[in-house]
């Protein structure tokens, strides 16, 4: 959802979605011609999928996003493990692709809009909504 026309497809019979841009390792897709509204619906969507969903993103930025997710949630144990994780992968040259929805909903800040810990880190309000936490950490996430 983060340029005009994307899309992701979902095959229930095999258990895995084929996100594109719309949804990474450990975050989304830049907000170029969408807003954080649509997106938020977009991810709203696969979330709703089950939990051992493979994912299959368009790119591997995963380590990138590890840096970033870390930053702004580093309590987060299950985050620092599969960073450790990810790290590991990408020194041996392999890929850290497909992640699990239930990884993703338990890492990826895109997906974790309600988090204490991220709303502290980057001051959004208490009165923001998920859609309008999801644009502040895309911004902070273009800016990192």
Do not use: W
């Amino acid at each position: 959802m983060g340029e005009a026309g994307h899309i992701s497809f979902y095959f229930p019979g095999s258990g895995a979605i084929f996100t594109g841009d719309t949804l990474f390792s450990l975050s989304c897709g830049k907000l170029f011609e969408g807003t954080p509204e649509q997106m938020h619906s977009s991810l709203s969507k696969i979330m709703s999928l089950p939990d051992e969903t493979n994912i299959y993103c368009g790119h591997e930025y995963t380590l990138s996003n590890s840096k970033f997710a870390l930053s702004i949630e580093p309590k987060n144990e299950v985050l620092q493990s599969y960073a450790t994780h990810v790290a590991h992968l990408r020194s041996k040259g392999l890929p850290t692709i497909p992640t699990t929805l239930k990884m993703e909903k338990m890492c990826n800040p895109f997906l974790r809009t309600s988090s204490p810990e991220i709303r502290k880190s980057l001051k959004i309000t208490a009165t923001a909504d998920d859609s309008e936490a999801l644009g502040i950490i895309r911004e902070a996430k273009d800016n990192f």
